[in-house]
């Protein structure tokens, strides 16, 4: 159902941005959008982009995150600047259609200070 891509190492005040692929249609979708997983920590929400393209960020990335999305090709791209040590872990895109849950493979995302 999710295909990610992206990912990787930077350092502290890098970019890098993330795409995340819906291999269905967008029709019967409530969210889709970004969590993520420091280690030692427990998921967190990044950011989702909702039906009726509603954006809800995380504080920790308000203003150096930003989600969009690509109707003709499914998906979503989360787009990261500013990055800091602390937004290290494995991000993981999360679809919810008809109600029901989908977890993309995780992608591992590591900012050196």
């Known amino acids: 159902q999710l295909q990610a891509s992206g990912g990787g190492s930077v350092e502290t005040g890098g970019s890098l941005r993330l795409s995340c692929a819906h291999s269905?249609?967008?029709?019967?979708?409530?969210?889709m959008g970004w969590y993520r997983q420091a280690p030692g920590k427990q998921r967190e929400l990044v950011a989702l982009?909702?039906?009726?393209?509603?954006?809800n960020y995380s504080d920790s990335v308000k203003g150096r995150f930003t989600l969009s999305r690509d109707n003709a090709k499914n998906s979503v791209s989360l787009q990261m600047n500013s990055l800091k040590p602390e937004d290290t872990g494995v991000y993981y895109c999360?679809?919810?259609?008809?109600?029901?849950?989908?977890w993309g493979q995780g992608t591992l995302v590591t900012v050196s200070s």
């Open positions: 999360t679809l919810n259609k008809h109600s029901r849950e989908y």
């Open positions: 982009i909702k039906d009726g393209d509603t954006i």
């Open positions: 269905g249609s967008f029709v019967g979708i409530n969210y």
